[in-house]
Each structure stands twice: as C-alpha cells, then as structure tokens.
C-alpha cells in the first residue's frame, strides 16, 4: 500500500512539473525594420532578418530532436536561384542541396561559416552538407555568379526569421535569461554585434518590441572559388547545361 501510494505521489509531481514546464514556455515575437542614411529617414519593414535566443550562464539549451531524412533542411537551385536566399539550422543539421535546374550547378562555401565544394553536378541530383559548427556561411554558385544564398547554423533550438511584414515570431521559448543575437545581410557585423544583448522572457515579457537595424548598401558582387571574376557564361558549355 505504501509503495503504490509513493508511485501515485510520484506521478503526480511528475505531471505537475511537466504542466508547469510547458505553462513557462512562450511564443517570442519582435518586430523588426530597417533605417538607412540619416535619423529622419522613414524605417522599412524588412524580411530575412534572423533572431535567435541562446540561454545565458551555465544552462545549455536542449538537444535538437533527430531530424528524418525526409524533413532535412533543403536549399534548392531553381531558375540560377537558390530557394530560400536565407535558411537557419541547428548545428550538426544535414542540409540538402538538390539541382532542380536542367543544367550543372557547383555550390560553393569557402568565406565564413562551413567551407566546402560540392563539385559540379547535373539536374536531379543532390549533394548534402553537415553544418556542424555554428556560424554563417555564404553559398554561392561557381558557374552562375548572379546566384547566392545564406546558411546560418545556431547552437539553440529558439530562433526565427522575419516575414514580409517585419515580424519574427519564435515558439516553445522556455522561460528564463537568454543572450539575444540578431543577424541581416545588410547591417554591418560591428553593428550587428552591437544589437547583441540579455534579455528576459517570461509569460509577461515575450514581446522584444521594435527594433531598428542600420541598412547599408552592401557590395554584392563576389569572386568565384579561384578568388578570380567570373567569365562570360557560355550555354553551349557542357559545365553550363546538360545535353
């Protein structure tokens, strides 16, 4: 009788800690847009604009739960494209890199973040990268200048990406003291670092308010894996289309 009263008592606090548990997680929005030249000017809404949550002091965040094949993060080439232009993983994520075009393509990292070389390969096939560090990792094309794409790889299961309309929303964010890290490509990384704080969440503080990033007319051109200029693209190339 007193072991199946201690076993009830257990279950009990078991279920109360775990309703408490999830009663302490929130949703996590933030508003974001973006300023350019002087303080009078009128703020944007901006899209792309990443935020993610890293709990602070000694407390390391969840494990990431094991993600099927069938569910990989994928970044796909389509009409000298990639779709999405900016895609954030947990560390240690496969991601994808299928060729939905009717030509090669050769994906490239060699910057910041992940390096590699995925070599030249034909439509319908697909190359795959174990991003297993943190870090932001500029992908590019070798054969088509005009395509690039961004890969940003966090050690925290909380982060979100802008929409259209400015608004980040991050879900399942447990309460607690987190340090607050904001990532756009326009916004320079001395100021971005700049904008990096603690902040607190709780059920009565999960709004981050409005936020203000500095826009700069970033240079967008960029040199091929060889560090030289791109040449003239050449369709009748067999590096260019399949035949």
Not at 156 to 173: A, F, H, M, W
Not at 219 to 236: A, C, K, T, V, W
Request: include cysteine; aromatic fraction near 8%; charged fraction near 15%.
């Amino acid at each position: 009788m007193i072991k199946k009263t201690a076993t009830v008592y257990c279950l009990c606090v078991l279920t109360i800690c775990s309703t408490l548990a999830c009663a302490q997680a929130v949703t996590v929005t933030a508003d974001v847009a973006l300023v350019s030249g002087s303080k009078k000017s009128k703020a944007r809404r901006a899209s792309n604009v990443v935020l993610w949550l890293t709990p602070a002091g000694n407390v390391s965040p969840p494990n990431a739960p094991a993600i099927q094949a069938s569910n990989r993060p994928t970044l796909v080439q389509r009409n000298k494209s990639f779709e999405p232009h900016v895609l954030v993983v947990p560390v240690g994520s496969v991601v994808e890199f299928p060729n939905r075009d009717p030509f090669f393509h050769n994906v490239f990292s060699l910057f910041e973040g992940k390096r590699f070389d995925l070599g030249l390969y034909e439509a319908g096939t697909t190359r795959n990268v174990i991003f297993d560090k943190p870090g932001i990792s500029y992908i590019f094309c070798n054969i088509h200048s005009e395509m690039s794409a961004v890969v940003i790889a966090v050690s925290s299961p909380y982060y979100g990406i802008s929409d259209q309309r400015g608004r980040v929303t991050i879900s399942n964010v447990p309460s607690g003291r987190y340090t607050l890290r904001i990532w756009y490509e326009e916004t320079l990384p001395e100021q971005l670092n700049n904008l990096t704080r603690e902040v607190t969440i709780s059920e009565d503080a999960a709004n981050l308010g409005a936020m203000r990033l500095p826009a700069t007319n970033m240079p967008q051109g960029h040199e091929n894996m060889y560090g030289h200029d791109y040449p003239p693209p050449l369709p009748d190339s067999p590096t260019y289309e399949r035949h």
